[in-house]
């Protein structure tokens, strides 16, 4: 089971960027996905978190209004839509899965047995 994210860059404040978190091994109906942050010198941070077998989202209340997902057709990768970014969006963005997470604990990043290697987004003021 792998987990390959990309799609990172430079955007200027009010700008897109769309990251995709790849699996190989395994179709991501099957897992909860989370997306989470880690800013410099902060901890990690749930950002959102999607169900596919029950159609559950979870959005923090920092990206409500401004993140999507959605998945490409054969449901192998996942893409976070990033609108409105602002400079408190800036943080390594990595994508992880579970096959199962207990509904209090989707933002604990411990519960997530597979990662992505992480990407890096910058949002300049």
């Known amino acids: 089971v792998q987990l390959v994210e990309s799609g990172g860059g430079l955007v200027q404040a009010g700008g897109s960027l769309r990251l995709s978190c790849a699996s190989s091994?395994?179709?991501?109906?099957?897992?909860?996905i989370g997306w989470f942050r880690q800013a410099p010198g902060k901890e990690r941070e749930g950002v959102l978190f999607?169900?596919?077998?029950?159609?559950?989202?979870y959005y923090a209340d920092s990206v409500k209004g401004r993140f999507t997902i959605s998945s490409d057709n054969a449901k192998t990768t996942q893409y976070l839509q990033m609108n409105s970014l602002k400079p408190e969006d800036t943080a390594v963005y990595y994508c992880a899965a579970a096959l199962d997470v207990p509904p209090d604990k989707a933002t604990t990043p411990g519960v997530y047995p597979y990662w992505g290697q992480g990407t890096q987004v910058t949002v300049s003021s």
């Open positions: 091994g395994f179709t991501l109906d099957d897992y909860i």
């Open positions: 999607s169900s596919s077998s029950d159609g559950t989202i």
